[in-house]
């Protein structure tokens, strides 16, 4: 395994919010060149009603495609039981499912509080899976654009209840308010409580700090990322502004810090074109791929 | 004072670097509009030879302008005596004299060597200058375009060599290809040698990495950041690619993590409208000026 794991996340969170749909031959494409460059985790898709979100209404066919793959753990997103019944249904490796902190957002995205919602995944954690993996992702866990700010100790106890059925849990900064000072702060609390059950951080880049908090949660011992390749998809709350932190200059960031990704750049940056030419016109963000590598620059492996 | 010290060095690295000339009188008003926002510290000009770069031909009399604006510090780079003899005279509070680490790029740039351009500051050091700071500014510590790796020997020799002579020492990362990881072993390192005469950090987000660089800064004990509204400029070695780190990010990171900076973000973002405005079609960066602070943001003041 390498030191830092990166699940690619540009598939369901990058094209749930881009304007263009992505055709499923294209995106079998993508999702292949990013498993052939060492991404050994993408989240392909998401179990949600293809009428809500017809971006995502292949997503059977993209796990049964991706299971194919060689070294890929296959992540689908499931909001709910039946969601979870598709995901493994189509053989989904793990499956993780998102909880807002924030009770604004959660009552305005899925009708119930986020204590109803953590006894929708416990539902779930009931349903027979053997095999697949849960991941319980508590969102808008570093502030909330509806709400404001969220209570520390929400998230702890949301994040705690998780953990009692999950595999895993992450903690997501969906709307990109969390800081690095907070980012320490609150992974902290949360691991006192739960201790390596607390795996995965996924940040937004919405105002610059992405990377930044990458490497507070790194600094306190966070090794899974999400990130999205390009920053596809923006972020639905700030029109124009950058969503998902960027795979390549993440890989970037933690392979120039000697850090072993397992991820290839160059492979990454034509994964990258291939992307770019799926869906010409959609807006994508990146340093890397603007600036290039630095002279002389080695990967860490 | 501040918890963290930003200066704006825009006015300089920034305009150096633009396509379009900024007319003096709208460097007046953006100077003004910084020292507004809280700004303590802005590099205003260069003492170069104002036919090699006429962007920088005012500089005297902006020194002049903004010496006349209270709590400001006001910075001039000088390359050699004869700058540093027309700053003294303009009455410049702070002279920054970059000396580059890479051997190819000092040649390049002023025709010699680093050990030389050391000798050239000692000059200006026995030169006669009540009252005014001299900086040693260690550029391309972090690495170099044409030379690729810089060794961390050379820094550290040219760091101690200047803090023999200079009131303070900065390291610069002139071309954007620092990380996190060498940012703390270099600036430790070099703080071993010279101790607190150890003082700015100067980042390029050419790659990304600005802010996680000053964070990773901040993490070792650096104080005083230089920094670019906008991030104008550019980088002149990367073409589209982003310049100085953005001082709307950065003081919104340190804010955001409850660090006082003595900066009104608010002013801030209009001081950013008065620049845009006043060099048209010039590229800028930033995210927050995008995404706006989060909702019930708070400074950290």
Redesign the interface.
Known sequence: MPEILICEVGPRDGLQNAKQLMPTEAKKAWIRSLADAGLREIEVGSFVPPKLIPAMADTHELVVFSRALPNLKVVALAPNLKGFQRAIEAGAHKVTFPVSASREHSLSNVRMTPDQMVEEVRKCAEHPHPGVEMEGAVSTAF???????VPEEDVVRIASKLAGFCDSVALADT???A????VKRLFNKVRSEIGDKLEGAHFH?????G??N???AY?VGVRAFDSSLGGLGG?PF?P???GNV?TE?LV??FE???LDTGIDLDKLLEARKLMVSAIPGEPVY???A???????FHAAA
């Open positions: 502030g909330c654009t509806m709400q404001g700010e709307v990109g308010y800081n690095p000072a907070q880049d919405t105002r610059g700090l990377l930044a990458a490497l507070a600094e972020c700030a124009g502004a950058s960027i200059d970037f960031m120039s810090m000697g990146g340093h890397l603007m600036a290039g590598a630095p002279k002389g």
